[in-house]
């Protein structure tokens, strides 16, 4: 059964919205992208190191790699748990890094998140491709 209660707006880099969610508290943000179909797979979801696009959630949620990237309200980031250092280690690795970036899987629905915007990162797989080193902000 889908959770109820918690709105999440997931949007673009651009601000356009994807899809409206309703999630539980206690739901991370990688199951629940799976969950409502979401597709966060596009262009710019690329294994580190690799020239291959990969699906969201590559590794299931074992902090080896970054293609559950997603960028979070400042109030929302703030009052979280801060990211481990194996998730800021990935971070560091991620397209598209804001102060406000964790790693989707990582990340455990709170209440003070209703109305939120989960926005996903604006890196692209060119960038990558090109062999441009990621800008880092
Ligand atoms: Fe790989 Fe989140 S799914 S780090």
Request: hydrophobic share 30%; aromatic share 4%.
């Amino acid at each position: 059964e889908r959770g109820t209660g918690i709105k999440l707006h997931f949007k673009d880099h651009k601000g356009n919205s994807i899809k409206t969610i309703e999630a539980s508290e206690g739901d991370d943000i990688l199951s629940l992208a799976h969950e409502w179909d979401i597709d966060l797979e596009g262009d710019h979801r690329v294994i580190p190191h690799s020239s291959l696009t990969s699906p969201i959630g590559a590794c299931e949620g074992s902090i080896a790699c970054s293609t559950c990237h997603v960028i979070l309200e400042p109030d929302v980031y703030d009052v979280l748990p801060e990211p481990s250092d194996d998730e800021n280690d990935m971070l560091d690795l991620a397209f598209g890094l804001t102060d406000t970036s964790r790693l989707g899987c990582q990340v455990l629905v709170t209440k003070e998140m209703d109305g939120s915007d989960i926005r996903l990162p604006s890196a692209t797989r060119n960038m990558f491709v090109d062999g441009k080193k990621p800008t880092h902000h």
